[in-house]
T-cell receptor, first 111, second 112 residues
Framework: SQTIHQWPATLVQPVGSPLSLECTVEGTSNPNLYWYRQAAGRGLQLLFY??????ISSEVPQNLSASRPQDRQFILSSKKLLLSDSGFYLCAWDSGTDTQYFGPGTRLTVL | TQLLEQSPQFLSIQEGENLTVYCNSS?????LQWYRQEPGEGPVLLVT?????EVKKLKRLTFQFGDARKDSSLHITAAQPGDTGLYLC????????????FGAGTRLFVKA
């Protein structure tokens, strides 16, 4: 069966510090991968998606970037965090069909 | 721009009551998913519906996809406190590349 992992689960970072969130998927090959941000109690904002290694599409221009160095690894990064980067970050995958499956999320607080 | 509107945004009910949550769009979707999310966790898939008019049941939850594949509803019978959470609908579209559109969610609180 397929599983998706995210780490860290929680992160508290000062403004201006770098960020690296990691997402890995097991049990499937060549998945589509997604990064979302969710404000408290709200819907999902798509940040990036990737259909293959090294292929990244950005949905919203911002302070963040994404990379896919391996087939089942998706990384969300920032060189300098802003207060507005605080939120709940979710990684998701699908196999090219409609249904996406989500990781457990990372709670990021920027102080 | 394709949008999915969910209503109501917030619902607080007593244990044992019935409720319906709606997900509407002016666009046609190839499929529609419902997710449930608890605080601090990722959304968990409840169901995928793909055929217009399709009805799926998951214990006390009944999901329906509109005949025109533009809307969906989630009905919960005899709600329980364990049903509390954020319910998200998502529509799949394969126009211009495959994409999923998410609604803003309905926050349900069931009081014991």
């Amino acid at each position: 069966s397929q599983t998706i992992h995210q780490w860290p689960a929680t992160l508290v970072q000062p403004v201006g510090s770098p960020l690296s969130l990691e997402c890995t998927v097991e049990g499937t090959s060549n998945p589509n991968l997604y990064w979302y941000r969710q404000a408290a109690g709200r819907g999902l904002q798509l940040l990036f998606y990737s259909v293959g290694i090294g292929q990244i599409s950005s949905e919203v221009p911002q302070n963040l970037s994404a990379s896919r160095p391996q087939d089942r690894q998706f990384i969300l990064s920032s060189k300098k965090l802003l207060l507005s980067d605080s939120g709940f970050y979710l990684c998701a995958w699908d196999s090219g069909t409609d249904t996406q499956y989500f990781g457990p999320g990372t709670r990021l607080t920027v102080l | 721009t394709q949008l999915l509107e969910q209503s109501p945004q917030f619902l607080s009910i007593q244990e044992g009551e019935n409720l319906t949550v709606y997900c509407n769009s002016s666009s046609v979707f190839s499929s529609l998913q419902w997710y449930r999310q608890e605080p601090g966790e990722g959304p968990v898939l409840l169901v995928t519906v793909v055929t217009g008019g399709e009805v799926k049941k998951l214990k006390r939850l009944t999901f329906q996809f509109g005949d025109a594949r533009k809307d969906s509803s989630l009905h919960i019978t005899a709600a329980q406190p364990g049903d509390t959470g954020l319910y998200l609908c998502a529509g799949g579209t394969n126009t211009g590349g495959f994409k999923t559109i998410f609604g803003a969610g309905t926050r349900l609180f069931v009081k014991a």
